[in-house]
């Protein structure tokens, strides 16, 4: 559950990507991929604004650049800081706009299968970039990351969960038809009505059913 309050923010903060170099790959696949959900969902936002549009650009380009390498290379010292940097630039990015769909269906994946917050939300994006296709700011988005459609872009993204050891699917949870009407119940998170396309439960059990077939 997301908390919100003035308190849980900071006078002063200090990214320093050395501290990075000891992650984990694991977190740092999963921590990257928040991030272009971050940036994602902010452009997409019902509520995107120029300012965050073009923070959530710029980490959307470094996190796609340089994940695949600080995974890879924990203590390459380009990729930390680029990947530190997308972090926080993708975290102010969605301060305003909020986050859409894919962090919605986060929540029960995290709460009920203890999936890491991060890869939960991975493994929605890709579907939701379909979905979002002719949505006409996420063409723009799509144009700015240099990919030619919507189709293009949701690759990359499968094929970088891919490269990073993530999920992309739930087939190892064997979910049950009852499991998947309880994921797509509790979907229904109020960041899902800040899409830009109506998400429908028909949507939601349709993507579901394919994810548990993954």
């Known amino acids: 559950m997301p908390l919100s309050s003035e308190k849980l923010y900071p006078k002063q903060a200090v990214v320093d990507p050395e501290l990075l170099y ?11 991929i928040d991030v272009l959900c971050h940036a994602a ?28 390498t600080a995974y890879k290379e924990p203590d390459n010292k380009k990729a930390r800081e680029k990947t530190a940097e997308a972090s926080l630039l993708a975290g102010l990015a969605f301060n305003l706009p909020k986050t859409t769909a894919s ?6 994946l995290t709460s009920i299968y203890s999936i890491p917050h991060g890869e939960a939300c991975g493994l929605t994006l890709d579907y939701f970039v379909r979905i979002n296709g002719e949505d006409e700011h996420i063409k723009e988005l799509i144009k700015e990351l240099d990919y030619k459609n919507a189709n293009e872009f949701a690759d990359k993204i499968y094929r970088l969960k891919k490269e990073t ?7 190892d949870l064997n979910l049950s038809d009852e499991a998947v009407t309880r994921l797509v119940e509790l979907s229904h998170h109020p960041n899902l009505y800040n899409n830009p396309v109506e998400i429908t439960d028909g949507i939601l059990f349709d993507m579901y059913n394919k994810l548990r077939k993954e």
Do not use: M, V
Request: a positive charge; hydrophobic letters at 40%.
């Open 103 to 108: 962090h919605a269906c986060s929540f029960p």
């Open 22 to 32: 000891s992650l984990p790959p694991h977190i740092t696949a999963s921590s990257g």
């Open 165 to 171: 050891g993530l999920r992309t699917g739930l087939a």
């Open 41 to 68: 969902e902010d452009f997409w936002s019902k509520n995107h604004q120029p300012i965050c549009d073009t923070l959530a650009l710029k980490a959307a380009k470094l996190i796609l650049k340089y994940l695949p």
